[in-house]
C-alpha cells in the first residue's frame, strides 16, 4: 500500500515565486491592517478598498511562477499518494501540477456572491469591479475565507490529515487557527517534518530542515526515497 504524503503550506512556499508572506519583514500584514482588508467587517465597511487589495494580489498572482518546491511535490505524484492541504490562496500548487490540493482559506482566482455563499465564480486573475454583481444581484467578493469566517474545507482536510503516513509542513508560521491545530490529527507513529528556513514553527516532535522550501523538499524527498 502506497504511503500517503500529506503536504501541509503556507505562504513560505510562495516566497520563491516572488509573492509576499504574512508576517515575515515587509510581509503583507506589515503593510495593510488585517482589519481593514481581510474581515467581513472590512468588506462592509469599505468594499472598494478590500477589492483593491485582492485586485492587486491577483494581478501580481498573474506574473508569478511555480518554484522548484511546487514542481517537486507534483513530481511526487507519480510514485506516491500526494496530497496538499494549503493556507495559501495562489494557484501555484495546481499550476505546478499537484492534483490534490484543499485550499483551507479560498482561492485568489474564484469570487463568490456576498450574498450566497454556494454562488461561486472562476475570474482567473481579473478584478473584481466595485458594482459587479452575482445573478442574485448582490456584490461580488473575493472567494477568501477572513479572519473570523468559517473554514468550510477544515473537516475534510483534518480527515485527510488523519490518513497521512508521513506529514510535511513547509513555510507557515503555524500562528493561524484552525488550520495550524491539523497538526494534532496525525496518528502519532507518523513522522512530522518541518520545512522553514525561519524560526520553525514549535512542533515538539518534528524534524526540523532550517532550509528554504525549493532547497529544502528536495532534500526532504531524497531522504524519503532512499528509506
Ligand atoms: N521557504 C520556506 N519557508 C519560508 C520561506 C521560504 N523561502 N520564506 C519564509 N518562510 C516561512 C517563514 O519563516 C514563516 O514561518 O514561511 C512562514 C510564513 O508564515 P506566515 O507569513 O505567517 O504565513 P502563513 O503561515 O501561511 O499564514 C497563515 O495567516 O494571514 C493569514 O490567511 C492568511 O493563510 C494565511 C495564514
Not at 508572506?21 to 481581510?38: C, I, P
Not at 522553514?196 to 525549493?214: L, N, Q
Request: aromatic share 6%; glycine share 8%.
Amino acid at each position: 500500500m502506497q504511503r500517503h504524503i500529506v503536504v501541509l503550506t503556507g505562504a513560505g512556499i510562495s516566497a520563491e515565486s516572488g509573492l509576499s508572506t504574512f508576517r515575515d519583514n515587509g510581509g503583507l500584514w506589515e503593510q495593510h491592517s488585517v482589519y481593514d482588508v481581510a474581515t467581513p467587517e472590512a468588506f462592509a465597511r469599505n468594499q472598494e478598498l478590500v477589492l483593491r487589495f485582492y485586485n492587486e494580489r491577483r494581478r501580481q498572482l498573474a506574473t508569478a511562477q511555480p518554484n522548484r518546491a511546487h514542481r517537486l511535490l507534483a513530481e511526487l505524484e507519480q510514485s506516491h499518494r500526494v496530497t496538499i492541504v494549503t493556507q495559501n490562496v495562489d494557484d501555484l500548487h495546481e499550476r505546478g501540477g499537484s492534483s490534490r490540493v484543499v485550499h483551507l482559506h479560498g482561492e485568489l482566482t474564484k469570487a463568490r456572491s456576498s450574498f450566497n455563499p454556494e454562488l461561486i465564480y472562476d475570474i482567473g486573475y481579473r478584478d473584481i469591479q466595485l458594482g459587479e454583481q452575482c445573478e442574485c444581484g448582490q456584490q461580488l467578493r473575493p472567494h477568501i475565507v477572513w479572519f473570523g469566517e468559517e473554514v468550510p474545507m477544515l473537516q475534510a482536510a483534518a480527515d485527510i490529515v488523519r490518513t497521512a503516513d508521513d506529514l510535511l509542513i513547509v513555510g507557515t508560521s503555524l500562528q493561524v487557527y484552525p488550520a495550524a491545530g491539523l497538526i494534532h490529527e496525525v496518528e502519532r507513529d507518523v513522522p512530522i517534518t518541518v520545512i522553514d528556513p525561519g524560526e520553525a514553527p514549535g512542533v515538539s516532535r518534528a524534524r526540523v530542515i532550517r532550509k528554504g522550501a525549493g532547497e529544502g523538499v528536495a532534500e526532504w524527498i531524497a531522504n524519503f526515497l532512499a528509506r
